[in-house]
């Protein structure tokens, strides 16, 4: 049976007080600009990699790739050679993918991912992928490995106790009517040790399908879980990828249709209730004090509880209209937000006020500026693949979920509906993986750890960064968003030249610093980022940056 959960922010950690991210003049300076000695490799879509699915998965691709073992950063240039920067900053070339000319399977951009203190998997992007075990030329292992299907990984987890790693792939299939999806593909490989490893061939693969972006995968230190975020649930597969093993509901089916929805402005709120059939257009009986609102009728409860804010007393109007009954009520305090109607309603779901978040932003613009005393050079911004070209009209309504799934049985444990708005802003792995959602106007950061059955799993709600949604859709060339593992700032990180930081606010404080760096480096695409808690590190097409952010 899924359990349905909603991710409740704690609000001890919401800082309503907060009034800007105020721009400081401060420095950061770029403590190395290393010349690269090729360009970085870049792959394009090819004439059939033409749906957004496959835009956006090339369009954001970070081609700069984070070891959080040792917070080394890799990346792959034009020849195949990869490429490690270590913490304290020198470069070196660790290994080649192909002796000779890449080979014409290539579909996808490389991809490097990490598990465990000295287990790599690399995929060229086509058929190729490589197993390095150790990191040293002298006790290091090369296993090749042969694909079936083409991937970009997008985790790697070492299960100590079985001697697995399984990676997880992602990659763009079309169905039988040629309509696009996203086919991800569970790879585990054993690894056979008599005193060393000294074998590595795959036991297992499992295919699952999505109709929609997949934005967050992760596989459990049992590998017996696998998280994902997603517009759609999971379905398993035969590893032909003809026919459906387990037919799953659909995730709308698996939870429960909210029992109103709200609304709100400055001034005022608006409830909207499906009636049920069999009381018609009958007259409902609306009681609205101070702190508490109830609506029956027929003497049957529609809503009922204390409000989170103080209403207007006897103050509602309603309608009746095609079987729901529209109440309107007004705040005691102007310009107070709700965050609930119903303390501790979870039947209830608010809409947002699209005229309101249009002033909201208006207001608040101060938040989102680019400038720094009215000028970052002068330039307009420059022309980048972004989220506005992606066929947005594709993504309209579709709802993100976030599912933990039992990689035995098939089933979804767990279920979390996340909304259209509050998507993910970045990961990054710290005892388990952090992932941070947009969560209205602010930006929070999740805990997601590890479960030990079925019945349970840790989800904590670690920090906030105070009208950060605001800040976030404002950068319409943001390319990458990225957090350091101490969580102590933001990076956005656009197409080409800048990049805009912001400090984690203290718990009650009204504004923290944002500060931006101008690469001056317009004519080069800027590929990758990986943020330390010292560094920032940037990659172009033929310059690494390393930026110093605290000393």
Same mark, same amino acid.
């Given at each position: ?119 790599? =998997? ?48 992602? =990659? ?12 991800l593909t569970l790879l585990s490989f054993n690894l056979c040790i008599e005193n060393e490893i000294t074998e590595v061939h795959n036991i297992d693969k499992q295919i699952l399908k999505v109709q929609g972006t997949v934005d967050y995968a992760y596989v459990e230190e049992t590998g ?248 976030? =859709? ?78």
């Amino acid at each position: 049976m899924t359990e349905i959960i909603e991710l409740r922010p704690n609000k001890s950690l919401i800082n309503s007080s907060f009034e800007k991210y105020q721009f400081s003049n401060e420095i950061v300076p770029v403590i190395s600009e290393n010349k690269l000695c090729n360009h970085v490799y870049r792959l394009e879509p090819n004439h059939n990699q033409e749906s957004w699915l496959e835009a956006r998965l090339f369009a954001f691709h970070n081609h700069l790739f984070n070891n959080v073992y040792d917070m080394s950063c890799w990346f792959i240039d034009e020849t195949s050679a990869i490429w490690r920067l270590d913490k304290d900053g020198s470069l070196d070339q660790v290994y080649k993918l192909h002796t000779k000319k890449c080979p014409s399977n290539v579909i996808y951009n490389p991809s490097v991912g990490f598990t465990s203190n000295n287990i790599v =998997a690399i995929s060229d992007g086509g058929e190729s992928l490589h197993i390095l075990i150790g990191y040293t030329r002298e006790n290091r292992k090369v296993f090749p490995m042969t694909l079936e299907e083409p991937g970009i990984i997008m985790n790697v987890q070492y299960v100590e106790e079985s001697s697995r790693i399984i990676l997880t792939m992602c =990659a763009i299939a079309a169905d039988d009517n040629q309509k696009k999806y996203t086919r991800l593909t569970l790879l585990s490989f054993n690894l056979c040790i008599e005193n060393e490893i000294t074998e590595v061939h795959n036991i297992d693969k499992q295919i699952l399908k999505v109709q929609g972006t997949v934005d967050y995968a992760y596989v459990e230190e049992t590998g017996n879980y696998l998280h994902s975020i997603c517009q759609d649930n999971i379905r398993f597969e035969n590893e032909n990828a003809q026919e459906s093993v387990t037919e799953q509901p659909s995730v709308s089916s698996q939870i429960t249709i909210p029992k109103y929805y709200w609304s709100q402005d400055e001034d005022s709120l608006t409830v909207w209730i499906k009636v049920p059939k069999q009381h018609g257009n009958k007259q409902p009986k609306i009681n609205v004090k101070s702190l508490e609102l109830s609506v029956t009728i027929d003497n049957e409860i529609l809503i009922q509880g204390q409000c989170q804010h103080r209403l207007e007393e006897n103050m509602a109007t309603w309608r009746h209209k095609e079987g729901t009954l529209q109440i309107d009520l007004s705040k005691y305090e102007n310009g107070l937000m709700w965050s609930e109607l119903i303390k501790g309603d979870t039947g209830g779901e608010c809409l947002p006020n699209e005229a309101l978040a249009s002033e909201i932003h208006t207001r608040l613009a101060h938040l989102c500026t680019d400038q720094q005393n009215n000028s970052v050079g002068g330039d307009q911004p420059c022309v980048g693949f972004n989220a506005e070209q992606l066929e947005e009209c594709d993504l309209e309504g579709k709802d993100n979920f976030l599912q933990r799934i039992n990689l035995l049985t098939r089933a979804t444990t767990h279920l979390a509906r996340l909304g259209s708005n509050n998507h993910v802003l970045f990961t990054y792995k710290r005892c388990g993986q952090i992932v941070c959602l947009r969560y209205d106007h602010d930006a929070c950061i999740w805990e997601i750890g590890n479960g030990n059955d079925d019945t349970q799993w840790n989800l904590k709600h670690v920090h906030s960064f105070p009208g950060f949604g605001y800040v976030e =859709a404002s950068k319409t060339n943001k390319k990458f968003c990225v957090s350091p593992i101490d969580g102590s700032y933001i990076a956005i990180v656009e197409h080409t030249r800048h990049v805009f930081l912001y400090e984690k606010p203290d718990a009650k404080a009204k504004s923290a610093k944002q500060r931006i760096v101008d690469l001056d480096c317009q004519a080069s695409p800027i590929m990758g980022v990986v943020a330390t808690n010292k560094y920032l590190i940037v990659l172009s097409k033929d310059k690494l940056y390393r930026l110093q952010i605290r000393t």
